[in-house]
T-cell receptor, first 114, second 116 residues
């Protein structure tokens, strides 16, 4: 997977918006940007993905820079249940051989204060 | 509610034992995956399958094998467990799409395996 860079941790207050940044300066033209999160003691959970345009779903919004070298996951109104590690991933197209699948880096540990 | 279930949340085995980890999904997904997650190393793909009886190696297949006899079930087998296979094992599934890794993957809760 192309490399992504995220802050190790971020802190926010409950009911406030949260903007989680991700840098992916080596992204190729066909790379999708995926976000997953992992709550404590659970498996990862898909959040959102996009290619070029900004995307919205019931969980979050994804804002993609015009040059696609960075993106921001937006939680519009954080709750305590949003406390998790958030991963920004650029899955590689499968081309045979030993595949990497979804390569999760260290992600951003999001702390929500009541 | 869509679901991926794994046979055990916690498992303790001895070195040399044969270990079976079972994963079942109820979403009629074509693709299924096995990952392990270790602190500092993130998620690493062991094996995946895009159809019944089909399997493909991931990044770290050594010491593991898999079986997919039915569409909904994907088993991970540790032929002779070793202490370096102590880890969190995560199963996932996804719909067939333009590329096997592009579609949303649904993960199970994980099995924490300890090999003594």
């Amino acid at each position: 997977d192309a490399k992504t860079t995220q802050p190790n941790s971020m802190e926010s207050n409950e009911e406030e918006p949260v903007h989680l940044p991700c840098n992916h300066s080596t992204i190729s033209g066909t790379d999708y940007i995926h976000w997953y999160r992992q709550l404590p003691s659970q498996g990862p959970e898909y959040v959102i993905h996009g290619l070029t345009s900004n995307v919205n779903n019931r969980m979050a919004s994804l804002a993609i820079a015009e040059d696609r070298k960075s993106s921001t996951l937006i939680l519009h109104r954080a709750t305590l249940r949003d406390a998790a590690v958030y991963y920004c991933i650029l899955p590689e197209m499968y081309s045979g051989g030993g595949a990497d699948g979804l390569t999760f880096g260290k992600g951003t540990h999001l702390i929500i204060q009541p | 509610d869509v679901k991926v279930t794994q046979s055990s949340r916690y498992l303790v085995k001895r070195t040399g034992e044969k270990v079976f980890l079972e994963c079942v999904q109820d979403m009629d997904h074509e693709n299924m995956f096995w990952y392990r997650q270790d602190p500092g190393l993130g998620l690493r793909l062991i094996y995946f399958s895009y159809d019944v009886k089909m399997k493909e190696k991931g990044d770290i297949p050594e010491g593991y094998s898999v079986s997919r006899e039915k569409k909904e079930r994907f088993s991970l087998i540790l032929e002779s467990a070793s202490t370096n296979q102590t880890s969190m094992y995560l199963c996932a599934s996804s719909l067939q799409g333009q590329d096997i890794f592009y579609n949303e993957q649904f993960f199970g809760p994980g099995t924490r395996l300890t090999v003594l």
